[in-house]
């Protein structure tokens, strides 16, 4: 139903191999930021989720240089997969997070190899500014070029509860100054967070006025070394079941526009750290349990969006 697949989303896997001809695979980078929640300088103790890698799935040292690292993974991901095409993804903590004479040392350092065709900078909507979004747009000409920001929530209560550090109207007046230099926009967003299910529905409407180009949805877990394992641990909080997470998903996934591409619905990795919910660790069963609860729904990302196309069951 979506880029000549049987999945009832528009998968971001299955778009780029649409888009450029091959599977492409993404290279995760750890080029050694950090974040204004963590060192204070906007606040401090960083989001109650975050652990010491920065949401990094730790596949490379980050003692290794970004082109060192870039090198390392075209080689074990075209030795493992036979991959001939890739993006390189700045994962780890807030990745605009330097001056911008920096981070052009760092981006470009990231684009080595003739293979390289899209260029992903995870970072938070409160890091940005004029000067680093004309340096990124910069790339979109010859690079497949995206900012991944941070949101979480469109509730203030919930992003004051996570410590998130910035409020709603921030990542609004970031995605739009990022929209007008012509950058995709992938929006991270966690489910599980103490909201009621419309709450929840009210981000993924928002998101679908906006028409945002991509979504990441998280399970929120509770990992080694994080406030929120030490909130779990004192029986404060409980976390979403997987079917509630499934039927959750979808009811989201409905909601946004079917040219929104889809670019996470599971957990991955975090094997060894992760404390709850266990269920996470089991990606593919996850994915297989999504694509079946649509299949008895008969319904399909983008459904319950205004004007969307009916397709066949």
Known sequence: MFNGTDKRYNQFSAHLKNKFGAKVYKITLD????????????SKGGCIFCDDGGSFSQAHS???SVEEQVKVGIKNLSERFKAEKFMSYFQAF???YKPVGELEEIYNSALCDDRIIGLSIGTRPDCVDDEKLKLISGYKDDYYTWIEYGLQSIHDKTLKKINRGHDFDCFLRAYEKTKEYGINVCVHVILGLWESHEEIMQTAKKLAELKVDGVKIHQLCALENTKLADIYRAGEVDFMSEDDYIKTVCDFLEYLPPNTTIHRLAGNGFSKTLIEPKWLGKKMDCLNKIDREFISRKTYQGVKFPNAVKLSD
């Open 31 to 42: 080029a050694g930021f950090s974040c204004p929640n963590r060192d204070g300088a906007i």
């Open 62 to 64: 980050n003692l290794l």
């Open 94 to 96: 807030s990745n605009t």
